[in-house]
């Protein structure tokens, strides 16, 4: 018994002998596998080696805008960029003013990296010039960059349903193309009171194209506007003197002595009556004179050249200006101003800015009270009569006609706009809040 015992037990070492060895095999087989595998992972692995750090792109000059905001001027501007206010100012001074920069235009400023001030400084005078200030090794320099357009030849055409503003948008007008037209018109018109509805306009004008495409309107070269059954025709002429003007089909200047409209475009709240119900006074007293409803700061022209007779303070009229015309006998003054522009004394063109629109005196709100006066008389400045402008020679004439010949044949070809079946027979209606005026009658300025 005991020697089977034996027997068995060595039989069992014997066995667990071979399991050990053979696990032993195992394990150095791994081992020199994972060895081999390791040799070829470091054989075929490339060599580690530090990152490169990539050099910055070069940064070239680049412009910066700053939009002009309400009390900003060029002194308070021009050193947030190392500009020097002076020499840059004195610099352009001969193209444009830079102390008269505009609310919401921008001055861009051409900067390079490393350098303090500015390579070039641009301002915008209008939609196709562009004031521009060079840096120079001597100091600065200016220059006027004109865009240049390709000039064709077109026709548009109108008519006024309901708004003027509304039939220029439906014959693809702009706001500065009825602003061309009424400019053609501000002598014979005022566009902000009498274009009534129906009023219709046919016009051979100049487009002008900008890189193969229309950019916008240019002048009228020949106009025909009807309004309130009354035809004005007139054509653009270049006289013997070198000057461009409008003519009408007799060779007579619509150019005259008188704006009709001291405002270029506003809204008149008030006309002349002599029975209008007094807003403040509560009572009727006659309005002797047109109202005109603008924001405050609106420039104010002078309706023809003259001599300033009154430039201050004048009882309900507020800040006050008078102007003594030269063309005949005729005055006309403006009220209520927030600023005056001129002294006493002074003379000025026509379409000089005299004031700016305000509500000093006795006033409601903010307008223009406008007053006209013909032989010592106080008139409606809207329907008064005014003198003719001047008459081509018998020279211009000849050369005169062929050019308006020309013109007309081409108007006659343009199709005016379809008129509605049913025309309101009021005048565009007015988007605006009514701004009474509350001049006092007995001032010595009403019975000059």
């Known amino acids: 018994m005991s020697t089977l015992r034996m027997t068995a037990f060595a039989a069992f070492g014997a066995s667990l002998t071979v399991l050990l060895y053979t696990i032993h095999d195992i394990v150095t087989d791994v ?88 390579a070039e400084i641009r301002y915008p005078l209008d939609e196709d010039r562009t004031l521009v200030i060079h840096r120079t090794d001597d100091g600065w320099d200016a220059s006027v960059d004109a865009i240049e357009y390709d000039v064709r030849i077109g026709e548009r055409s109108l008519v006024v349903a309901s708004t003027l503003w509304q039939a220029a948008i439906d014959a693809g007008l702009r706001p500065r193309d009825i602003a061309s037209l009424a400019e053609v018109m501000k002598y014979d018109l005022d566009f902000n009171s009498e ?172 307008h223009l009270h406008y007053q006209f006066w013909k032989n010592g008389r106080i008139v409606d400045p809207m329907k008064v009569a005014l003198p003719r402008g001047e008459q081509l020679s018998r020279g211009e004439m000849a050369r005169f006609k062929v050019h308006r010949d020309a013109l007309l044949t081409q108007l006659e070809s343009v199709q005016g706009a379809p008129v509605p079946d049913a025309l309101p027979d009021a005048e565009p209606p007015v988007e605006a809040s009514l701004v009474a005026d509350a001049d006092e009658a007995n001032d010595s300025s009403a019975s000059d």
């Open 195 to 366: 274009i009534k509805a129906g009023a219709t306009a046919r016009m051979v004008v100049e487009e002008l194209h900008h890189d193969g495409a229309l950019a916008r309107l240019g002048a009228p070269l020949a106009v025909i506007l009807t309004n309130n059954g009354k035809e004005y025709t007139a054509i653009r002429f270049k006289n013997d003197d070198g000057d461009e003007r409008y003519y009408d089909r007799d060779g007579v200047s619509r150019r005259t002595a008188f704006l009709r409209s001291p405002l270029e475009f506003s809204r008149v709240t008030s006309g002349f009556n002599l029975k209008r119900y007094h807003p403040i006074l509560k009572k009727p007293r006659p309005h002797y004179g047109t109202d005109f409803g603008a924001p405050v700061g609106t420039p104010i022209r002078a309706v023809g050249d003259g001599r300033i007779v009154h430039a201050g303070w004048n009882g309900g009229h507020g800040k006050y200006v008078k102007i003594n015309h030269s063309a005949g006998p005729y005055k006309s003054s403006y009220s209520h101003l927030s600023r005056i522009a001129v002294k006493n004394g002074a003379t000025v063109k026509q379409g000089e800015i005299i004031g700016y629109v305000g509500s000093t005196g006795m006033s409601t709100g903010p």
């Open 31 to 118: 081992e020199e596998t994972s060895d081999v595998v390791a040799e070829m992972h470091v054989s075929i692995a490339p060599p580690t080696a530090p990152m490169a750090t990539p050099e910055p792109a070069p940064r070239g000059p680049m412009w910066v805008k700053h939009a002009i905001r309400s009390g900003e001027s060029l002194g308070s501007i021009l050193p947030r960029f190392n500009a020097p206010t002076h020499d840059v100012h004195q610099a352009a001074l001969d193209l444009f003013d830079l102390s008269r920069i505009r609310v919401g235009r921008e001055l861009s400023f051409l900067v390079t990296p490393g350098e303090d001030v500015p």
